[in-house]
């Protein structure tokens, strides 16, 4: 499964991003969809992430509220979509996907499998 993120880019704080993340097929080695970022000096995080099926989502307490993640599952695509965006979102952000087999795991970057190349979201203060 091969993940192609996009729609990074500059923004002012308070604005808005659509990150997308399109997936090169639907596997059965996939049930869980989800978005990392890692900002410079620091560990890779959680924001969010999805199901395929069940369509439950879980977000970072940082960005709840702020952060929708949703599917098009005839698009195999993930989406994420980030209002009143700060300054502490600038980060290199992560599509993920994986099996998830524990509920605790679809935080953890090493329970994923695949990942798109990344896309930097900077936004100004």
């Known amino acids: 499964v091969q993940l192609q993120a996009s729609g990074g880019g500059l923004v002012q704080a308070g604005g808005s991003l659509r990150l997308s993340c399109a997936a090169s097929?639907?596997?059965?080695?996939?049930?869980?969809m989800a978005w990392f970022r890692q900002a410079p000096g620091k560990e890779r995080e959680f924001v969010a992430a999805?199901?395929?099926?069940?369509?439950?989502?879980y977000y970072a307490d940082s960005v709840k509220g702020r952060f929708t993640i949703s599917r098009d599952n005839a698009k195999n695509t993930v989406y994420l979509q980030m209002n009143s965006l700060k300054p502490e979102d600038t980060a290199v952000y992560y599509c993920?996907?994986?099996?998830?087999?524990?509920?605790?795991?679809?935080?953890?970057?090493?329970?994923?499998?695949?990942w798109g190349q990344g896309t930097l979201v900077t936004v100004s203060s």
């Open positions: 999805t199901s395929w099926s069940g369509g439950s989502t």
């Open positions: 993920a996907a994986g099996r998830i087999y524990y509920s605790g795991s679809r935080y953890v970057p090493d329970e994923y499998d695949y």
């Open positions: 097929a639907r596997t059965f080695r996939v049930d869980v």
